[in-house]
């Protein structure tokens, strides 16, 4: 989405900011280079989803200049040390540069809304194009595209409904703790502390990192019914219910 003018300048970076895999980086630093910023939460599925895009655009665009930058800030406790995010950054083979902001201060800065959040600036600073939730990678990607100056075929949905012409239908509402019942979705993702194991429909699972996992994946919207059961050392903090293909 572009914004309301072309002159709204790019936040600094907090100075004492910890930066989990490369040297500290300065905004003001940034200049004749287009950044993209985005807010994400290891503990929140949409910015799970929405990584895969950042990989790849960091992977295709910064010989040609583009910095990808990942803003952690997160809405869980478990999501706010240093150490689990950085255990996160390198599970989960993220090579683009990472600010932790646990106290929020840079989204503060930015007025920010929620997970995800990317911010495209161009080459003096200036936001050229913003988007929050999921979805729009196509726009993102032609408006990266154009400020860098090349041409090219733009990734491939990922899933089959990040695909713009898809027909999704909206899953059941999420839940704040563990939870079993019915519901309608195209997956379910669990959002978990601590450390043990966990029963998904009668099968086991290891709960051995904080933050997001997938539970259950169905290849289009599905009437299901959830079984969890949470054994001990283990702490359900919400489960999170994802759209899919209408049938």
Not at 1 to 6: E, H, R, Y
Not at 59 to 71: D, F, K, M, P, W
Not at 137 to 162: F, K, M, N, S, W
Not at 211 to 240: F, N, S, W, Y
């Amino acid at each position: 989405m572009k914004p309301p003018s072309d002159d709204i300048p790019a936040p600094a970076f907090p100075r004492n900011a910890t930066w989990l895999n490369t040297a500290a980086l300065r905004m003001d630093k940034q200049a004749d280079r287009p950044v993209l910023v985005e807010f994400w939460d290891l503990c929140r599925p949409s910015s799970m989803r929405t990584l895969p895009y950042l990989k790849a655009w960091h992977t295709r665009y910064a010989a040609q200049g583009l910095r990808v930058i990942s803003v952690h800030t997160s809405g869980y406790d478990a999501g706010r040390d240093d150490d689990v995010v950085r255990g996160a950054v390198t599970r989960l083979g993220i090579e683009h540069p990472v600010l932790s902001d646990p106290d929020g201060v840079l989204w503060a800065d930015y007025g920010n809304r929620g997970w995800p959040a990317r911010y495209l600036w161009n080459g003096k600073s200036r936001l050229d194009d913003y988007h929050y939730g999921e979805g729009a990678y196509g726009e993102t990607e032609r408006a990266i595209q154009a400020l860098l100056g090349v041409e090219g075929e733009v990734v491939a949905p990922i899933r089959p409904e990040d695909d713009p012409e898809a027909l999704i239908v909206t899953p059941s509402e999420d839940q704040d703790d563990a939870w079993s019942g019915p519901y309608e979705a195209g997956g379910v993702w669990g959002v978990f502390a601590g450390s043990g194991t966990i029963t998904v429909n009668d099968t086991p699972l290891v709960i051995d990192w904080p933050g997001a996992r997938l539970l259950l994946e169905h290849p289009q919207h599905t009437h299901a019914t959830l079984k969890l059961d949470v054994g001990p050392g283990v702490e359900c903090l919400g489960l999170h219910f994802t759209p899919g293909l209408a049938g």
